[in-house]
């Protein structure tokens, strides 16, 4: 297949050698936020975002709202990872956050794929999480076949799960290096040619 004309993406999700299995620190923050949002029913607020990562990580609340606030808008956003899900009108505080309301935000259709990529999720998590992923609507690219190809992963997902996930996570990290078009590529059967 060929390489994806656009540039690399700026997130840091995986190592940049594949020789390193150590990602940045900037790359952790990143892979924590996206399964923050993925093991989450509903959109969530920079502040319920920063308050496990304080947590987590085991920095001031004030660090980790600009770590959630510096990855949000640098990266994850720009990306199209995460999303604007929409914003909660605030009843006290400040007159803005009455007016214009607090800011949530959720997965994209492209992170939710990429929350099934990452290793800090239960497996069974990331399973369910790809599965609800291929079995909403319009996930392929239009130039497959859609339909049998969604059958044929849904299928190795149920009897190879591990095997599957490590496709989809090699499948995410080329895409992000901007070498595949849609991470979903590489189960094509001309990507293997």
Known sequence: MQAASKKPYKSKLF?????????????????????????????????????????????????????????????LIPDGI????????????PRIYQTRG??????????????????????DERKRILQRFLESENVLPQSSSEHSIKEEILDHLQEYPQFTLELVEKGVSQFLEGRLNHPLNIFLPRYHN
């Open 15 to 75: 190592p940049k050698n594949k020789n390193e299995n150590k990602v940045p620190i900037r790359g952790l923050y990143q892979r924590y936020i996206i399964s923050l949002l993925a093991l989450n029913i509903s959109s969530m607020t920079k502040r319920a975002l920063a308050k496990p990562l304080a947590k987590e990580f085991g920095v001031s609340m004030r660090s980790a709202y600009e770590h959630v606030m510096k990855e949000l808008e640098e990266c």
């Open 82 to 93: 995460v999303e604007l899900a929409d914003t909660v009108l605030s009843v006290r505080g």
């Open 102 to 123: 607090i800011s949530c935000y959720c997965l994209s259709t492209i992170g939710i794929l990429i929350a099934a990529a990452l290793d800090e999720i239960d497996i």
